[in-house]
């Protein structure tokens, strides 16, 4: 086994703002591993400063986990990822790339996809929401919203001091859309309730967290008190974090780069399910390399949200597609993705 990887250097079409900030240029990483026989498993690292990584970091996370990776055997995916949970703790874009690129590489080699793989149904897949992150101005708002009128499904990032304005400006240009609100831990449990009163007067689905990841109990309080199900996406890394959060939330949100593969992602989906909770997954800015790694777990899904790719205006990858908000997974062995 051999791992390599390069960097690709990625734009948004437009600055992707959210609470904590934003920007419009993204360094990601593929990571590919090549078997004795030739065949390349491919996996892609999307670093994320919130979560302690950055390109450089991950570049030396992957120099630590080589030794792991070139000496496994390909086909023990579950034992390749313990390994490198005691190797390191945390580093999840890089760990969920290794595991990516190991799931590609034992599809490729029994000729399926990777949702096969798991017995699942592509045709079950949810619909996945576009993103409208936070604009400079009413009228850069107004744009986005008109750009995303393919899609059904609007996920509106929130945490300013002006909340309120933007989702009855969104609601305003989108009435018959359905809308999902991300505060990203940006409001107390107050000013939560305050503004969930106004979410559900728009017709809001859900609210994906709206406090600090570490406020469990605040979750709860606005959980017994919202009519709105409460989503936990910064408060829920991997699959050991659910059972604190059963009765603060309705359900989790994970991704790929936070959990570190796809196996503790599959078994997030469990623990959840196992507690009656919803499951979403999502994504950070990626190419269609890391979404179709996602992709593959969208039959198992409540909420699906896949934007990543769509939002990029280079994206060097082919592979999974949200159009119209339909899911589409590659039928191809592996994960099915290829340059363009």
Not at 58 to 83: F, K, Q, S, T
Not at 136 to 144: I, K, V
Not at 200 to 208: A, I, L, P, Q, R
Request: hydrophobic share 45%; proline share 5%; with cysteine.
């Amino acid at each position: 086994m051999k791992l390599e990887h390069d960097i690709s250097i990625v734009h948004t079409t437009h600055p992707f703002v959210i609470a904590r900030g934003g920007a419009s240029e993204h360094r990601l990483i593929r990571v590919r591993i090549i078997g004795d026989d030739g065949v390349e498993g491919w996996g892609e690292a999307a670093p994320n400063r919130f979560y302690g990584e950055t390109a450089d970091t991950a570049l030396g996370a992957l120099a630590r986990l080589a030794p792991i990776v070139e000496d496994c055997d390909a086909w023990l995916i579950e034992d390749v990822e313990a390994e490198m949970n005691r190797a390191l703790r945390f580093n999840g874009s890089v760990k969920s790339a290794i595991s990516a690129a190991l799931h590609d590489l034992a599809g490729k080699r029994l000729g399926v996809p990777v949702y096969k793989l798991w017995g699942l149904n592509p045709a079950n897949a949810p619909l996945s929401s576009f993103t409208i992150a936070i604009a400079a101005s009413d009228d850069e708002l107004r744009q986005r919203i008109e750009q995303a009128s393919a899609y059904p499904v609007l996920k509106v990032k929130l945490g300013t001091d002006h909340d309120e304005h933007i989702i009855r400006t969104v609601r305003d240009a989108a009435p018959n859309k359905v809308l999902r609100v991300d505060a990203n831990a940006a409001w107390t449990p107050k000013r939560a309730l305050r503004m969930i009163d106004v979410l559900v007067e728009c017709g809001v689905e859900y609210v994906e967290q709206p406090l600090a990841p570490h406020d469990i109990d605040g979750l709860r309080f606005v959980r017994e008190r919202s009519i709105l199900p409460v989503i936990a996406d910064e408060s829920c890394v991997v699959a050991t974090d659910i059972p604190r959060l059963v009765g603060a939330v309705d359900g989790i949100n994970l991704k790929l780069s936070k959990c570190g593969g796809l196996r503790e992602a599959l078994k997030m989906i469990a623990t959840a399910r196992s507690h009656g909770m919803l499951v979403m997954a999502g994504c950070m800015i990626e190419t269609s390399l890391g979404i179709t790694a996602a992709a593959h777990l969208a039959p198992l899904l409540d909420y699906a949200d896949f934007d990543g790719a769509a939002l990029l205006s280079d994206d060097p990858y082919l592979g999974a597609t949200i159009d119209e908000g339909t899911i589409s997974i590659p039928t191809a062995p592996g994960l099915g993705v290829t340059r363009r």
